[in-house]
């Protein structure tokens, strides 16, 4: 089912001399397996809206439905609906921690209270789909590998959750060419061989061009655009807006 958000408003620290409105009013569903592209410059709202939608942030006002279900309700449990939508930070190695590898990749499936065959098979599984054999990097110190690397164990480590959303917040963020295209390549990759719903924030319209099949332009807290790729580049062009989204 898909994901809906309904007139989503994010005020931090209401009612405070610094209360700032990041997120305005914004309605729009997310259809099962889309590759959802979030664009816009920096403070408009990109990172706000999407850690709305595994219920790391609760709106101010508004509603966020996953599966059917209202999840900005008290008595819905985070954990079930991190199941359902992963989240992977800007910058997810440095939350690495695990001395090994697959310990790191098993830490999410393990809080779940799979049985240990589960999660093997889940750390088996979420390595493959990055690109990383088990085998040859399953003990190995996660802190003796590449950036690149380093974050696509931390994706792994969201995957072995089995997720039916993914999202993914500047993914090749601070990553050397070689590591971002490398990046870029398992997430098309995953999207294709899984069909799950992917939703990426980045800065770079050349990433998400080649990627998603919709885009959702975000300006000071609103939904400015929403289309595929050509229609949003060509309204930027017609009205020349990129320069707001640089």
């Known amino acids: 089912m898909p994901i809906q958000v309904e007139h989503l408003t994010h005020t931090y620290l209401p009612g405070s001399p610094f209360s700032a409105t990041a997120i305005h009013d914004l309605n729009l569903t997310i259809e099962d397996g889309e590759f959802i592209g979030v664009l816009g410059h920096t403070g408009s709202g990109k990172t706000t809206f999407v850690q709305h939608l595994n219920g790391l942030l609760k709106p101010t006002e508004g509603r966020v439905w996953v599966d059917g279900k209202d999840i900005t309700q008290k008595n819905v449990s985070l954990l079930d609906v991190r199941k359902r939508v992963g ?9 690495l921690f695990e001395e090994t590898v697959a310990k790191d990749v098993a830490f999410g499936p393990k809080n779940m209270g799979l049985d240990k065959a589960e999660i093997d098979r889940r750390v088996h599984w979420a390595l493959e789909q990055v690109g990383l054999e088990y085998g040859a990097m399953g003990e190995s110190s996660p802190f003796e590998l590449s950036g690149g690397q380093m974050r696509r164990v931390a994706i792994a480590g969201v995957l072995a959750m089995q997720p039916k959303t993914l999202i993914l917040d500047e993914p090749t963020a601070g990553l050397d060419p070689r590591g971002r295209r490398a990046v870029l390549e398992m997430i098309r990759r995953l999207h294709a061989d899984t069909g799950m719903t992917v939703i990426m924030v980045s800065h770079s319209m050349d990433d998400i061009a080649t990627l998603a099949t ?21 309204r930027l062009i017609m009205y020349n807006f990129s320069e707001r989204i640089a």
Do not use: D, K
């Open 87 to 95: 989240l992977v930070f800007q910058y997810p190695e440095y939350q």
């Open 214 to 234: 919709r885009l959702l332009v975000m300006c000071r807290g609103e939904l400015a655009m929403s289309g595929t790729p050509q229609e949003v580049f060509a």
